[in-house]
């Protein structure tokens, strides 16, 4: 049996490391090649922790749930103990990892929902018995408190981290991510931009339209934002109409295209007034700081941002600007 009280009683931070743990242990039970705990979401599949040989089933790797033979296990919540797998033509669609032959893959229940699933790999057929289910459903009980734990602390982490006006990420967030980027640049010699938004006469807006229309323009321009960068990029509220985007591996030129962009984007937009219609108009101005040459620490980079969209406001705002000396 898998000893998970110890990691179990001591509810820290890194509850995912204690998934990490509790899948080591499973693997070396049932002396399978591979072992994978999933988490199992309305569309996609996050594996949580993986050990040995799981093919695409790496920790960190999210699939959409077409993609993975989980269906039968999640939607009819019992356990499926393949012995053969050349033999189910119905999986022979999915990647598997390379030799596997036996398969089993268990349900992590909470109540009648399933919200994860405990996948063993082996090279062997018939690997797994008929007790093997029964251990391994046991020991999901176990995981499923884990897998709780782990999706409150996410959640707790996902509040404190988040604007509660526009759902961005908050400021906290985005100055976390930029340390890290600052130590990903200096290891690996790469660049990167810091990209500061401010909606033009916010105040004169508020005493047009009310604060409430006020209020759903910052949503909507933070939203604006969101949608037209890239995934990789952080969009963060940073307070007031003033947001801050981090734009990974990108120069001086690509950030101030893709900050021409938005701004076009949001001097395009129309907005709610006063009255609950869609006929105000805005626009934001933008400042680009690029790493290292405006600066290679993040209060140097926040600050050089800050400096390009003090010229913005100056130019009358509507524009893009970087820091002063610096070329456009």
Known sequence: MVDVEHPLSEITADQEAVVDLICSKIRRLFKAEGCAIMAVEERKVEVLASEGEVGPYRKGTRLSREEVPLEPVVSALKTVKIDDLKSEEALSKYEWPEGVKSLLLAPVLVGKDAMGVVALFSKKEGAFEDHDVLILESLCQQVAVVLRRVQVFREMERIATTDSLTGLRNFRYFRRRLEEEVDRAERYGVTFSVVLVDIDGLGRFNEEHGFVAGDLLIREVGEILRSNTRRVDVVARYGGGRFALLLPETDRNGALAAAKKLVSKVGEATFMNAKGER?????????????????RTPDDLLRRAGEALDEAKRRGGNCVATPPGAPS
């Open 279 to 295: 006929v105000a108009t805005s626009t934001v101005r933008a400042g680009v700081a690029t790493y290292p040459m405006d600066g």
